[in-house]
């Protein structure tokens, strides 16, 4: 364990470092006062180092997770508090591996300035601190679009605007640490897997607390409905809502408590009812462009997935075209098997059966970043371990390295084989095999439920936010 503790705390200082070091290629620069938070030494260091050192902190914090999981380690409350600790400084550092809050500050300021951040684009302003989203309109649900207006109100400076949306996200962070070990409370093998799975995870600490994604604010409206349990079903109902009313995607979460409700006809109803009104009044308060660029999105497809392989074969053997309709069918064929596949390889109680279908939409989905995998972590840290614990890390590390870093500017410019050879070839291929490989271990077990080494007390026994009926 000393290895793996040793890899964690490595990568989470370097993490903290890249932020510290102030604005460079992998921390985009903030407008705003000197002397306002976010804080950084403002040292301006060279692309070369920023980008080594962060490639230092995924590869360590990638080796120190996986064995980590394999090996006892310290009481969960140390852990809880380092990540928490972790999470609360870099809220107070620039954010940095991509430009998204740039993004999530202008749309604040559309939503403040009296346009609509769903038909108004940054560059119609301009808004000359967006960097590469200048002519798109927000793809994020009213309930994120609200918290950056209110942070734009509050902080009115492009930079006091980020740090407020930095200190919900910490508290989004922390609060869904928070739900975890609660969640995990009677069996502290799990308490602990579930530190290290989001709490103290180099990975999602990188992607979610220092690049400051607003998933992070939709991730912590799930784990709560989960743990909140099946009894409450208005409660239930209402978390499932604003988690969609922050990102639309999240909502196969949903699929889980609707699963477990499907011998409850009234309780189902209720819960789908409340659910349903209220992702509709936010939307309703959102106006009618709303979903316009959601749809838009879901025809996109990211350079890292094996489906813009299959895109580049389809224009080899049939010429120019973007087949987005052909891949779209084929995805979503890849979706059902691997969703139905992992729903009998790892049961059919409500955290499972949201896990699989997340996990299965994360493997199939044409268009993926790395950040978009911190729900799968979260979900994973309510079940039992098994080897889904491997294939989820390692998607996840090389995702991050696809991505490194997501921004384009101020990039040195012999540095571009991370796009043109990493980004675009070889982590394709990586994930295609990985995503090969669970269709097949899914498949092989599926029907049996094993209880892996180091785990607790087979799933039926074993405590989860379910056995103590809260509600989603």
């Known amino acids: 364990m000393k290895v793996s503790l040793g890899c964690i705390g490595g990568s989470l200082l370097l993490t903290i470092t890249v932020a510290l070091l102030g604005p460079s290629a992998m921390v985009p620069e903030l407008p705003g006062l000197a002397g306002q938070p976010p804080y950084s030494l403002e040292i301006y260091p060279d692309g070369h180092l920023v980008i080594a050192l962060a490639a230092a902190a995924l590869a360590l914090g990638a080796i120190g997770l996986l064995t980590g999981l394999r090996a006892d380690g310290p009481h969960p409350r140390l852990l809880l508090i380092t990540g928490g600790t972790v999470a609360a400084i870099l809220a107070f550092l620039p954010p940095f591996g991509s430009a998204d809050h740039l993004n999530y500050a202008a749309y604040g300021y559309l939503a403040t300035h009296g346009f609509d951040p769903y038909v108004t684009v940054p560059s119609d302003i301009p808004l000359s601190w967006v960097e590469e989203w200048t002519h798109t309109p927000s793809v994020y649900g009213p309930l994120a679009t609200a918290a950056q207006a209110l942070a734009s109100g509050i902080g009115g400076s492009v930079r006091l605007t980020v740090f407020i949306l930095a200190l919900i996200n910490a508290a989004a962070f922390i609060v869904t640490a928070l739900l975890l070990h609660h969640a995990t409370r009677s069996d502290p093998v799990r308490q602990r897997r579930a530190a290290l799975l989001w709490t103290v995870n180099p990975l999602v600490v990188y992607q979610l607390a220092a690049g400051m994604h607003v998933d992070t604010f939709a991730i912590v409206f799930m784990i709560a409905a989960l743990v909140v349990g099946s009894r409450f079903a208005v409660r239930r109902g209402i978390l499932l809502g604003l988690g969609i009313a922050v990102k639309v995607t999240v909502g196969l979460v949903a699929l889980g408590p609707a699963w477990e409700s499907r011998r409850n006809l009234p309780r189902l109803a209720l819960l789908a ?137 101020h990039q040195p410019p012999d540095l571009g084989w991370l796009v043109d050879v990493v980004r675009a070839q070889l982590v394709p291929w990586t994930l295609l095999a990985l995503t090969v490989a669970l269709g097949v271990w899914a498949w092989r077990g599926a029907g049996r439920v094993p209880t892996p080494p180091g785990s607790a007390a087979p799933r039926p026994s074993a405590p989860s936010p379910e056995s103590r009926s809260p509600s989603r």
């Open 273 to 409: 009812g409340v659910a349903t009104a209220t992702v509709g009044v936010a939307y309703w308060l959102a106006g009618p462009h709303a979903f316009d660029q959601v749809l838009n999105a879901s025809k996109s497809i990211s350079w890292a997935t094996p489906w813009k392989l299959v895109q580049y074969g389809l224009q080899g053997l049939f010429g120019a075209g973007a087949y987005r309709v052909w891949i779209q069918i084929a995805s979503l064929l890849v979706f059902v098997a691997l969703a139905w596949g992992l729903v009998r390889r790892l049961g059919q109680d409500t955290v499972a059966v949201s896990l699989a279908f997340v996990v299965a939409w994360l493997f199939a989905s044409p268009y993926a970043l790395p950040w978009y995998d911190g729900l799968a972590f979260a979900l994973l840290a309510l079940i039992p371990a098994s080897a889904l614990d491997g294939f989820i890390a390692v998607r996840l590390a090389v995702l991050s390295f696809a991505y490194l870093p997501a921004r384009q500017a």
